[in-house]
């Protein structure tokens, strides 16, 4: 897979924006780069109130000022991770999911882009990690916790030792159907 092909097949698939009122609503950007294409993800602190020491992807809940939630992602990831990404560099979206914990229908948001400056941690991150993404769609597995699949179909993936699962892991199992 070359970052070419990622483009083309993550591109375009937008959705509608998530009503149900059961959910709060969030977004995330799924920023992909590279020669040989990497996501990034964020490792959330240990002492969030949610999501604690989970990898996940940068995002977050509205703000006043925030006009959509492609602004949202798009902000959160600036002040989460100082990735300033443009809605133009935007290639496409995916699928909302919602959380199994803090209620939240999170709409994915994807860039695919040919390079990323520098990153920097805010307080919302502990660390980032730059993963080659087609290794870790390799490492797709069903998530066996009885207490995860109460919601939908659950995944995991491993990068490092860490486990990704929930939303994180349902948003990378949309992006490997896709690349497929």
């Known amino acids: 897979m070359n970052l ?4 083309s097949a993550l591109s375009g698939g ?7 009122p059961r959910y709060k609503k969030a977004s995330v950007l799924v920023a992909i780069y590279g020669a040989e294409p990497a996501v990034i993800m964020t490792e959330k602190p240990k002492g969030m ?10 995002g977050g809940k ?21 990735l300033a990404v443009s809605r133009d560099q935007v290639a496409g979206q995916l699928r909302p999911v919602i959380t199994l914990n803090s209620g ?15 990153l920097a941690t805010n307080c ?6 730059h993963i080659p993404l087609g290794p870790l769609l390799k490492t797709m597995a069903r998530d066996s916790e009885p207490s995860h699949n109460k919601i939908q179909e659950m995944y995991t993936f491993e990068y490092s030792g860490n486990i990704v699962w929930g939303a994180s892991a349902r948003i990378l199992q949309q992006i490997r159907e896709r690349l497929k």
């Open 124 to 129: 919302e991150v502990e660390q980032i990690f």
């Open 14 to 20: 937008m959705h509608p924006v998530p009503t149900d």
């Open 4 to 7: 070419a092909d990622a483009k």
């Open 62 to 82: 509205p703000d006043a000022g925030d006009t959509d939630l492609l602004d949202t992602a798009l902000r959160e990831t600036r002040e989460e991770i100082g």
């Open 104 to 118: 939240f229908s999170i709409l994915p948001f994807v860039a695919v882009l040919d390079d990323i400056p520098p």
């Open 49 to 58: 109130r949610f999501h604690a020491g989970e990898i996940s992807f940068p």
